[in-house]
């Protein structure tokens, strides 16, 4: 079974080439919901013809009843099951033999954020559907998203200010979303591009603040300065996920950094393929020498491991895992 990606599935949606049993896997929920409201969008189901239904809660046989039958009033039935990784083992089995032989009349939506290990059982019984992967943007994707939602709106948006959107924001779909809305917004009525002055203001940042700073303070092991940062970024209400996702992404450019730079790649072009101008890099570089590829990737672990939390209810002390998270990378070598 082939994966397909959003821009796939949209692409097919224009083309009017529907499938019967869609498997949607992965953590981006907001683009999940998009594709949920565009394939309402099409089939315009009334309220008897569309329901939406989450495991364990679900009674699973009544749901494949419901995608069973026939619709009413309406030429097509939508059927949404959420939350595909709780399901039993009998109602596995269940729901196996209904998408080898689905309903023609129905679309038949599968959904799970991370992919459990009932996703290749399905994979492999899906005759007439497809799975469409949902995973975290990678920086590219993150990029063209927020560009594209920009531009959209009739607003042109400097590369450099979409790249400090990412670098402070980082390439949760739904963060982007919310910070391009108030972007169009805060630029309405103006003929100019969209700068990184802009970007900043949009995000919350005044002219006085240097938002790279965090980032400048661990490229050169500067333990206090770093929580010193942290403690006024907190005090200014910034969310700590936007902090992490500043930790991660200065991370993330020096492993980067490192790998290019030991592959032979002219030092003139890495600083490109990382995404920071020749000066920023020229003060990477010499960063990583003091950072071991290992250390790097073990506390890019750390981040995300500390982002789940922050986005769960178990977020109980932001500032402690901070400061754990600072600790450790400057430990490291």
């Avoid at 039935?77 to 959420?82: D, F």
């Avoid at 995000?203 to 400048?216: H, K, V, Y």
């Amino acid at each position: 079974m082939n994966y397909i990606s959003p821009k796939e599935l949209f692409s097919n949606w224009s083309k009017e080439k529907f499938e019967n049993v869609y498997y949607f896997l992965g953590e981006e929920k907001t683009l999940k919901e998009t594709a949920v409201k565009k394939l309402k969008a099409i089939i315009k189901p009334d309220d008897f013809n569309f329901s939406s239904h989450s495991a364990p809660q679900a009674d699973i046989s009544s749901v494949l009843s419901e995608a069973n039958t026939t619709s009413v009033f309406s030429d097509l039935r939508i059927v949404i099951l959420n939350g595909v990784e709780a399901l039993k083992a009998q109602e596995l089995s269940e729901i196996v033999n209904y998408i080898k032989d689905p309903s023609p009349s129905t679309r038949f939506v599968l959904m799970s954020d991370k992919k459990p290990a009932v996703s290749d059982i399905i994979a492999k019984n899906i005759t007439q559907g497809i799975i469409v992967n949902f995973e975290k943007f990678n920086e590219d994707e993150a990029q063209n998203f927020l560009r594209s939602r920009i531009e959209k709106e009739g607003a042109v948006i400097l590369p450099q200010a979409v790249n400090v959107i990412i670098e402070l924001v980082g390439t949760d779909a739904a963060a982007l979303k919310n910070e391009a809305d108030k972007l169009i917004a805060y630029h309405h009525g103006r003929k100019t591009p969209i700068k990184e002055e802009d970007a900043l203001r949009s995000i919350g940042f005044s002219q006085e603040q240097n938002p790279f700073e965090l980032s400048n303070a661990i490229q050169d092991r500067n333990k206090d300065k770093a929580l010193e940062i942290i403690d006024v970024l907190m005090g200014q209400g910034i969310e700590p996920l936007r902090i992490i996702y500043t930790i991660s992404s200065t991370l993330q450019k020096m492993l980067r950094a490192k790998i290019l730079s030991n592959s032979g790649m002219p030092a003139e072009t890495i600083h490109y393929a990382v995404g920071v101008s020749k000066g920023q890099y020229y003060y990477l570089n010499k960063a990583v020498m003091n950072f071991s590829k290992t250390a790097l990737i073990k506390n890019m672990d750390r981040c995300l491991e500390a982002e789940a939390l922050f986005k769960s209810s178990r977020n109980k002390n932001p500032a402690l895992i901070l400061t754990q998270i600072i600790y450790g990378i400057l430990r490291s070598k």
